[in-house]
Nanobody, 121 residues
């Protein structure tokens, strides 16, 4: 069965950095567009970043453009999200997801369980 397992979340001060990882299994990783989403308390889940199957194309939400970088290693079946210049408003549970769609915004078929990112001011 398909599993997406996120790691790397935690507590960080504003201005700091974190790198999230998402290890995939049970699917042919290189055939899926991968994305990162986040959900803050009391808010709807929102798209953060997406990456093409080969990794040569990326797409970001305006709120994270220039601060976050999505990447993938198809040999390791892993997608990453490097987050720099973190702000308190980046606090959320971050989810990785996989889609066979050609749209970065989905719909996404598979989801991880999420990892908490908390940014203190």
């Amino acid at each position: 069965q398909v599993q997406l397992v996120e790691s790397g979340g935690g507590l960080v001060q504003a201005g700091g950095s974190l790198r999230l990882s998402c290890a995939a299994s049970g699917l042919t990783f290189s055939t899926y567009v991968m994305g990162w989403f986040r959900q803050a308390p009391g808010k709807e889940r929102e798209f953060v970043a997406g990456i093409s199957r080969s990794g040569d194309s990326t797409y970001y939400a305006d709120s994270v453009k220039g601060r976050f970088t999505i990447s993938r290693d198809n040999a390791k079946n892993t997608v990453y999200l490097k987050m720099n210049s973190l702000k308190p408003e980046d606090t959320a549970v971050y989810y990785c997801a996989a889609t066979t769609s050609y749209s970065y915004t989905g719909p996404y078929e598979y989801w991880g369980q999420g990892t908490q990112v908390t940014v203190s001011s």
